[in-house]
């Protein structure tokens, strides 16, 4: 099957979103050890990575969301422009750009510590966070999937399609230990780190995509 070329503008603005998206998952995964460092007052297990923008340092978690929220829409942005141009690849980009909007409320409307009475903030917070959730669940499944269409990115689609079903894994992990005494603390945190891994290995996949295609 012959792949057609990607032109040199396609290549330039895809790999930019790349680079960016990439920089941004980086800041975040360096940001959120530092915030394990400076609140050793938050014990993990106890404590979702959200509880980081309550008190000291709160500014540094917020900047984690944003950065998180700019990965997410240069990611959606870059698979648009570069991916496979399917219903589900188009499907699974504007969920992450959802979940990019999302992050920004997320931002806005810091959570409210589980000892701490309950307000509309914190509410907001939780939607958002269901809202966010909900949206890169199903957007890392059906971009996955429709990786199978596309000749540059075939070869991906088994390495995704197992992320993805790691991420639905610590997804079911965390549900099933939202109770207080569980240790929703650390399923929060796999869940988060295997969703990195999604986020890093797809952005990456995309700056190669970007730069190896060639216009001959």
């Known amino acids: 099957m012959t792949i057609e070329p990607i032109s040199k503008t396609t ?9 960016v998206a990439i920089s941004c998952f980086v800041y975040s995964a360096m940001t959120l050890i530092l915030l394990h460092l400076l609140r050793s007052d938050y014990a993990p297990a106890s404590h979702m990575i959200s509880d980081y923008a309550v008190g ?10 944003i950065a998180m929220s700019i990965g997410c ?19 699974g980009s504007i969920l992450l750009g959802i979940a990019s ?70 997804f079911v992990i965390q ?9 929703y603390g650390l399923a929060n945190r796999l869940f988060v780190a295997l969703l990195f891994l999604w986020l890093f290995a797809t952005s990456i996949r995309l700056r190669d995509v970007t730069r190896d295609a060639g216009d001959d």
């Open 11 to 19: 290549r330039r603005v895809g790999d930019f979103y790349a680079v």
């Open 101 to 170: 909007v999302g992050l920004l409320v997320s931002a806005a409307f810091p959570t409210d510590l589980d000892d701490a009475p309950t307000t509309q903030t914190g509410n907001i917070h939780t939607i958002s966070f269901l809202l966010n959730v909900a949206s890169i669940l199903i957007a890392t499944v059906l971009t996955s999937l429709s990786f199978g269409s596309h000749p540059r990115w075939r070869s991906y689609r088994a390495t995704s399609l197992a992320l993805a079903a790691l991420v639905l894994v610590a």
């Open 175 to 183: 549900f099933l230990t939202l109770h207080r005494g569980a240790p």
């Open 73 to 91: 829409l240069m990611l959606a942005l870059g698979l648009k422009r570069s991916g496979p141009d399917t219903i589900l690849a188009t499907l």
């Open 56 to 65: 000291r340092y709160g500014w540094v978690m917020t900047t984690w969301f």
